[in-house]
């Protein structure tokens, strides 16, 4: 997808692209809604061509980069840090300035690919960690409540726990979150 308010510069970059094997599935303007035909396109690569892109266009970018997260590459003459910073923020994977040159264009995209890949394996990794995490605070969470009002040792309230496990074929980070939402019905209180 193509995105440039300047007809004849949109025409370079398209051209550049077909000559090193893209195929430009559409050409718009930044000030059509972009999510939208985003959305419907489906594009594995978005292009964006301004000469300074404006907080609306770098909106959007961090709704594409939430709702349909892809590769994204912008070219700009702008050569503010601070609008670089808040692009890459947003979900640009390569901020490109004064560098349209149709010689250099497949090189910059496989870029923005590569780390684009790089970013969401990292960002999978991390939602991984969290979810680990969490479980393993519900666990602990579990733990101590049934040692608390059970009067059960460490080791007794993990095998009870593991034993409910297996006997409900349920995952055990499940079963401690029935335990503690039952432990604080029983308590009345939210340790």
Request: aromatic share 4%; glycine share 4%; proline share 4%.
């Given at each position: 997808m193509?995105?440039?308010?300047?007809?004849?510069r949109?025409?370079?970059?398209?051209?550049?692209?077909?000559?090193?094997?893209?195929?430009?599935?559409g050409?718009?303007?930044?000030?059509?809604?972009?999510?939208?035909?985003?959305?419907?396109?489906?594009?594995?690569?978005?292009?964006?061509?301004?000469?300074?892109?404006?907080?609306?266009?770098?909106?959007?970018?961090?709704?594409?980069?939430?709702?349909?997260?892809?590769?994204?590459?912008?070219?700009?003459?702008?050569?503010?840090?601070?609008?670089?910073?808040?692009?890459?923020?947003?979900?640009?994977?390569?901020?490109?300035?004064?560098?349209?040159?149709?010689?250099?264009?497949?090189?910059?995209?496989?870029?923005?690919?590569?780390r684009?890949?790089?970013?969401?394996?990292?960002?999978?990794e991390?939602?991984?960690?969290?979810?680990?995490?969490?479980?393993?605070?519900?666990?602990?969470?579990?733990?101590?409540?049934?040692?608390?009002?059970?009067?059960?040792t460490?080791?007794?309230?993990?095998?009870?726990?593991r034993?409910?496990?297996?006997?409900r074929?349920?995952?055990?980070?499940?079963?401690?979150?029935?335990?503690?939402?039952?432990?604080?019905?029983?308590?009345?209180?939210?340790?």
């Amino acid at each position: 997808m193509l995105v440039d308010d300047e007809p004849a510069r949109a025409a370079l970059l398209e051209r550049a692209l077909t000559d090193t094997g893209f195929r430009v599935l559409g050409r718009i303007d930044p000030e059509e809604d972009l999510v939208a035909v985003v959305s419907r396109v489906q594009p594995d690569v978005t292009i964006v061509a301004l000469d300074s892109p404006s907080r609306d266009t770098l909106e959007d970018m961090a709704s594409l980069s939430r709702d349909n997260p892809h590769p994204i590459v912008m070219f700009t003459a702008e050569n503010d840090v601070e609008t670089m910073r808040a692009a890459m923020r947003n979900g640009v994977s390569a901020y490109i300035v004064d560098g349209l040159e149709p010689g250099r264009v497949r090189s910059i995209v496989d870029v923005a690919v590569a780390r684009f890949r790089e970013f969401q394996a990292l960002r999978e990794e991390l939602d991984i960690a969290r979810c680990e995490l969490e479980d393993r605070r519900v666990l602990e969470r579990a733990k101590r409540l049934l040692m608390a009002h059970r009067d059960m040792t460490e080791k007794q309230a993990y095998e009870a726990l593991r034993k409910m496990s297996m006997d409900r074929s349920q995952r055990i980070v499940d079963v401690a979150r029935n335990v503690i939402e039952i432990m604080q019905l029983v308590s009345g209180n939210d340790d």
